[in-house]
C-alpha cells in the first residue's frame, strides 16, 4: 500500500524521474511501475500526478545514430515506460493540477494486464484525467478494469486523459478482445465527472473497443459526456452500452470530432445533452451494425439520439443495419426540442437496413416535443430505407412526423421501401420536404396525421415521382388513411399537400401497384392539394391503380374537384348550382395550375339533408350514419354529424343502403311527407324544409331512421335533384 504521501511538485506518492548528468549512458532508463495487488490511495500533490509520475523515456529525444549506441540497454527494443497493473487499484488519489492517480510524459503507457483485476475510483485532479493524465499516449484494457467516480474539476477527461497524439505516436484508449471495462457504473455516484470535455476518456486520438464495454453515469459540463474523441475513430466491435451519461454541452454519451463512430453490438440509452443526446459526429460518420437498440435519448436543441454534421472536407453520414439485413435495429422513444426527434443529419446521408423508428419526438409526458422531423431530421442530404422497415408512431409539432428533409442545394432522393405509420406533424404527418429535391417516392404511407399534408407535405422545389417504374426495377406503394385535420381553413390535403412543384405517379400498362385513396381532410383536398403556385399535377389513371380494400370498384371511380362539405353547404342554402364548383377528370390528365385544386378518388354521391325537426334551439343531437357490411350484413359505423339546434346538416354519401341512427332525446321526430317537386321547381325554401336527396336516375337509396330502437323505413323511388343537370350534360357527382 502506498497510501497518504505529499508532494510539493510531482509524484505524490513515487516520482520516476530521471534527470541529465554527464552522457546519455548514464540517464537512459526504462521507467516501470508494476501493481501486482494492494493500493495506492489517498496521495496527494500541489502539482501533478498525487499516486505516480511517470517521466517520457529520454531516447525519445536522440537520433538515430545516438539511439544506436544505448539500445543494447532496452531489452528488446521496448523504449516504452509503463504502468502496470496486475491487480490492485489507485483510488482516492488527489492533484492541485493534473492526474489524479497518475502522471505519465509522453510516449508512454498505462496497462491492465490481461485476465487481472484493477479498480481506478475516487481520483481527483483540479485539471485534466481526474484519475490518469497520459501526455501522449496509449491506455490498454485487457483484463478487467472498473473506472469509476473520478473527476477532472475544471479540465477534460474526468477519468482517463490521452493528448493529441501524433501520426508516429497516436494516442489510443484500447480494450483488448479478452478486456472487459467498466467506465462509470449503474448509479450515478459511480460515474465519473468532467469540468470541460469528456466525463469519463478524453481521447486525442482513437477509442478502440474489441472487448465487452459499459459506459454509463457519467457527465461533462461541455461535450462528450462520457467519452470525447479529437480526431480519431470510436469504435467497438464487441457488446457496447451506453447509458445515462450527459453532457452540458453536445454529445451526452459520445463526442467525435474529425472521425467516425462505428459500432456493433450495441445498447445506446438515457443520455441527454444539448445536440446529440446520446452521439455528437463532427466531420465523420455513425454506423450501427447488428443488434441496436436505440432508446430513450433526449437533445434539449437538436438529434434526440444522433447529431451528424458534415464539413467542407468530409460529409457526415448515418448508417444503420447497412450490412445486416436479418437484424431489425430499434430506435424508439428518443425526442429533442428542435430538430430530428431521434436523428439529425446537416450536410450528409442517411442510409438505413432493417430498421424500426417508434415513438420519437416527444417525452413520455407528452410536455416536451420535436419540432420538425419527430423521428429524423435531414439537411442537404440523402435518404434510404429498406424495405420491411418501418417509420411509425412519431410525432413533431412543426414539419415531418416521420422524416423531415430540407436541402438547399440540388438533389436526388429516393425514399423507397418500408412504411409510414402512424406519425403526426404540424405539415406533413408522414413526411415533409424542401427542396430542390427530385424524389422518388415508393413506400407505405398510411393512417398520418396532420393539420395540412396529413400524408406528406410538398413544399418549395419538390420533384416528386410516388413509385419506380424502370426496366429492371418496379417498385410500388401507397397512400392511403392519412389524415389531414384543422380548425378553420386548415385541414387541407389528406394525402399529399403540394405547395410547390410536381407531382407525378409511376404507373403504366405493365405496372399497376401504387394507389392514392381513402385519405381525408377536414377542410378539403381529401387525396392531393395543389396550391396552384407553379404546380403541375400528372394524374394517375385509376383503372391502373392498386386499390386494396377500396369498397367502389375501380370502373366506378374518377377524379373530382373535392372540396369542403362546408362550401358546398353554403352554396346550396344561397341556393345556388353547385355544378360549375364539381368538375370531374377523366383518363389521367396532366394539370398545371395556376390555381388552387383540390383533388380527391371520387364517386357518385348522394347528398343528403338532415333537419332537426323539434330540436330547441340550444339542444344537440348525435345521429349516426351507418351501411351494411358488405359481408355480413351487419350495420357499420361511417360517420357522426351532430345536429346543433334546428340547423341543417348536408352530408354526401355514395351509393349504397343508408341507415340513420339518432341518439335518443327528448322529442319526437317527424318525418316530412310530400309529393317531390319537379326538380327545376325546386326552391330554396324546399330544400330548407325537407329532406333532399341527388342521385342518378337508376339508383335507389334506402334511408331509415332509428328512435328508442324503433325503426321507421322512408324509401324514395322518385329523384330529387339538388343540382339539376346541364342540357346535353353528365351528372355531376
Not at 455528437?280 to 451528424?308: H, M
Not at 450490412?323 to 430538430?339: D, F, L, P, Q
Not at 431530421?377 to 428533409?405: M, P, Q, R
Request: hydrophobic fraction near 35%; glycine fraction near 16%; proline fraction near 2%.
Amino acid at each position: 500500500n502506498i497510501s497518504n504521501n505529499h508532494a510539493q511538485t510531482l509524484g505524490g506518492g513515487i516520482g520516476l524521474i530521471m534527470t541529465e548528468s554527464g552522457n546519455y549512458a548514464h540517464y537512459v532508463r526504462l521507467a516501470t511501475f508494476t501493481l501486482n495487488s494492494g493500493n495506492v490511495s489517498d496521495n496527494t500533490t500541489d502539482g501533478d500526478g498525487a499516486g505516480v509520475y511517470l517521466m517520457e523515456n529520454i531516447l525519445n529525444y536522440l537520433n538515430e545514430t545516438e539511439k544506436s549506441k544505448y539500445v543494447q540497454l532496452v531489452a528488446g527494443g521496448d523504449w516504452t515506460p509503463k504502468i502496470i497493473l496486475n491487480g490492485g487499484s489507485f483510488s482516492n488519489n488527489i492533484a492541485q493540477s493534473h492526474g489524479g492517480g497518475a502522471y505519465q510524459e509522453q510516449k508512454t503507457e498505462f496497462v491492465v494486464s490481461a485476465g487481472k483485476n484493477a479498480i481506478l475510483s475516487g481520483n481527483r485532479a483540479q485539471e485534466s484525467g481526474g484519475a490518469v493524465f497520459i501526455a501522449k499516449g496509449n491506455f490498454t484494457v485487457n483484463g478487467t478494469a472498473s473506472i469509476i467516480g473520478n473527476k477532472a474539476d475544471n479540465g477534460d477527461g474526468g477519468a482517463i486523459y490521452l493528448g493529441v497524439g501524433t501520426s508516429d505516436s497516436p494516442s489510443v484508449f484500447t480494450v483488448g478482445s479478452n478486456g472487459r471495462l467498466q467506465l462509470g457504473g449503474d448509479i450515478s455516484n459511480d460515474g465519473n465527472t468532467a469540468g470541460n470535455n469528456g466525463g469519463g476518456v478524453y481521447c486525442g486520438g482513437s477509442f478502440i473497443a474489441n472487448g465487452e464495454t459499459s459506459i454509463q453515469n457519467n457527465r461533462s459540463i461541455k461535450d462528450g459526456g462520457a467519452v470525447y474523441v479529437d480526431g480519431g475513430q470510436f469504435s467497438a466491435s464487441s457488446t457496447i452500452t451506453l447509458k445515462s451519461n450527459s453532457a452540458g454541452g453536445d454529445g451526452g454519451a459520445v463526442y467525435v470530432s474529425g472521425g467516425n463512430i462505428s459500432l456493433d453490438e450495441n445498447i445506446i440509452s438515457n443520455n441527454n445533452a444539448a445536440n446529440g443526446g446520446a452521439v455528437y459526429v463532427n466531420g465523420g460518420d455513425f454506423t450501427a451494425e447488428g443488434t441496436t437498440e436505440i432508446t430513450g435519448n433526449t437533445a434539449t436543441a437538436n438529434g434526440g439520439a444522433v447529431y451528424v454534421t458534415g464539413t467542407d472536407i468530409k460529409r457526415g453520414n448515418i448508417n444503420i443495419n447497412g450490412s445486416s439485413s436479418s437484424i431489425m435495429a430499434t430506435i424508439v422513444g428518443n425526442y429533442s426540442a428542435g430538430e430530428g426527434g431521434a436523428f439529425y443529419v446537416n450536410n450528409g446521408d442517411i442510409t438505413m437496413g432493417l430498421t424500426e423508428l417508434s415513438g420519437n419526438g416527444k417525452d413520455a409526458s407528452s410536455v416536451v416535443h420535436t419540432v420538425n422531423g419527430g423521428a429524423i431530421a435531414l439537411k442537404n442530404g440523402k435518404f434510404s430505407f429498406a424495405d420491411g422497415s418501418e417509420i411509425k408512431d412519431n410525432h413533431a409539432t412543426g414539419n415531418g412526423g416521420g422524416l423531415y428533409v430540407s436541402n438547399t442545394s440540388a438533389t436526388s432522393i429516393r425514399c423507397v421501401g418500408g412504411s409510414y405509420i402512424n406519425n403526426s406533424a404540424g405539415y406533413g404527418g408522414g413526411l415533409y420536404a424542401s427542396g430542390p429535391i427530385t424524389l422518388q417516392f415508393a413506400a407505405n404511407m398510411q393512417s398520418n396525421r396532420a393539420v395540412n399534408g396529413g400524408g406528406m407535405y410538398l413544399a418549395d422545389g419538390i420533384d416528386m415521382t410516388f413509385g419506380v417504374n424502370e426496366k429492371d426495377l418496379k417498385l410500388s406503394g401507397l397512400i392511403v388513411g392519412n389524415e389531414a385535420k384543422g380548425e378553420g381553413k386548415n385541414g387541407v390535403g389528406g394525402g399529399v399537400y403540394l405547395a410547390k412543384g410536381i407531382l407525378r405517379f409511376a404507373l403504366s400498362d405493365d405496372f399497376k401497384d401504387l394507389g392514392i385513396y381513402n385519405n381525408s381532410a377536414s377542410y378539403e383536398a381529401a387525396d392531393i392539394y395543389s396550391s396552384g403556385s407553379q404546380t403541375t399535377v400528372h394524374l394517375p389513371n385509376i383503372s391502373g391503380m392498386n386499390l386494396t380494400g377500396f369498397d367502389v370498384p375501380g370502373s366506378d371511380l374518377y377524379w373530382v374537384k373535392d372540396f369542403n362539405e362546408k362550401r358546398y353547404e353554403t352554396l346550396l342554402r344561397n341556393n345556388q348550382d353547385i355544378a360549375d364548383l364539381i368538375v370531374r377528370f377523366d383518363g389521367a390528365p396532366t394539370l398545371v395550375l395556376a390555381s388552387e385544386q383540390c383533388l380527391d378518388l371520387g364517386y357518385d354521391l348522394v347528398f343528403v339533408t338532415l333537419i332537426p325537426v323539434g330540436l330547441d334551439a340550444f339542444d344537440n343531437a348525435a345521429v349516426t350514419i351507418s351501411y351494411p357490411h358488405k359481408t355480413t350484413g351487419d350495420p357499420t359505423q361511417y360517420r357522426k354529424v351532430v345536429l346543433h339546434g334546428t340547423e341543417p346538416q348536408i352530408v354526401g354519401l355514395p351509393s349504397n343502403h343508408w341507415q340513420f341512427v339518432a341518439t335518443p332525446w327528448s322529442f319526437t321526430y317527424q318525418i316530412p311527407t310530400y309529393d317531390p317537386p319537379h326538380a327545376a321547381e325546386t326552391s330554396g325554401t324546399d330544400r330548407k324544409d325537407y329532406i333532399l336527396i341527388k342521385r342518378n336516375h337508376n339508383q335507389e337509396i334506402n334511408i331509415s331512421f332509428s328512435q328508442n330502437q324503433a325503426q321507421k323505413s322512408y324509401v324514395t323511388h322518385d329523384v330529387l335533384l339538388v343540382n339539376p343537370m346541364k342540357p346535353g350534360g353528365q351528372s355531376s357527382f
